[in-house]
């Protein structure tokens, strides 16, 4: 659908595809055509689930520097702006949404991919945020989202080194949540992306919602947790749910 961004639909599973090589650098650009993406398939009733991917080699080795070097704070602020919108907007699809990260996720890169409620990682992966090293810090969402994942101490190790994990460490500290082979992630990404999309599509946005609020206060966080809980009492698939649980058989969610 863009330049440096494309979308790939195949059996209700849409791929956001980021394409700029050699390293998929998230440029300006890149961040306007991820919003866009990411607003697409929230718009997309024949979605039902979307794997967030940056290709065989590499998933996204962050902001791209040669553009940033000379960028004093009001050029800075729109491509960060730019890529935190990005961030948001895939953070807020109402859709499953998996990362499958071939290679480097560092940087921006690893900020998008914690936006996805799940992160599968190749055997060979790299992940981490080297900000740091430049003088800088995270600008997109990581510094704020990264602890949410792996906890204030582990977040602190990461930004403050710099340092970059392997696919074991990031799997042991909760930052993904599979490994596989690297010519297998994005298949099998694909694969447990389906699993969702013929689930109740309604009741994974309702728990979406319900969980980006726990870090509310409490009393806010059952409030929501109630309104959605309440909704799905008017949606086919609460129905169609527990019509099929007491006769004993598989249900067959429409997402109505």
Do not use: H
Request: with cysteine; hydrophobic share 45%; glycine share 10%.
């Amino acid at each position: 659908m863009g330049e440096f961004v494309r979308i790939d639909t195949e059996g209700g599973v849409a791929t956001i595809r980021i394409d700029r090589p050699p390293a998929n650098a998230l440029a300006r650009a890149v961040s306007v055509e991820l919003s866009e993406a990411a607003r697409t398939v929230t718009g997309d009733e024949a979605v039902r689930a979307v794997v967030v991917w940056g290709g065989e080699r590499i998933f996204a080795a962050g902001a791209d520097i040669k553009a940033m070097v000379d960028y004093g704070p009001d050029e800075i602020a729109e491509d960060v702006g730019g890529l935190e919108r990005a961030c948001r907007d895939i953070e807020a699809i109402p859709k499953v949404t998996i990362a499958a990260i071939n290679g480097f996720a560092l940087g921006g890169g690893l900020e998008i991919a914690v936006t996805c409620d799940l992160r599968f990682a190749a055997d060979d992966a790299r992940l981490g945020l080297p900000e740091i090293k430049l003088g800088i810090i995270p600008g997109s969402g990581g510094t704020q989202r990264l602890p949410r994942l792996v906890g204030l101490a582990k977040a602190r190790d990461l930004i403050f080194t710099g340092r970059q994990v392997d696919a074991a460490e990031a799997l042991a500290i909760g930052l993904i949540d599979r490994i596989a082979a690297a010519n297998e992630v994005y298949r099998v990404a694909v694969d447990e992306a389906r699993t969702y999309g013929e689930g109740p599509s309604l009741a994974y946005a309702a728990a979406k919602r319900a969980l980006a609020a726990a870090d509310r206060p409490l009393e806010e966080g059952l409030r929501v947790e109630r309104e959605a809980f309440v909704a799905l009492f008017a949606t086919r698939d609460q129905e169609e749910g527990m019509r099929a649980f007491l006769d004993k058989r598989e249900p067959r969610f429409e997402g109505r």
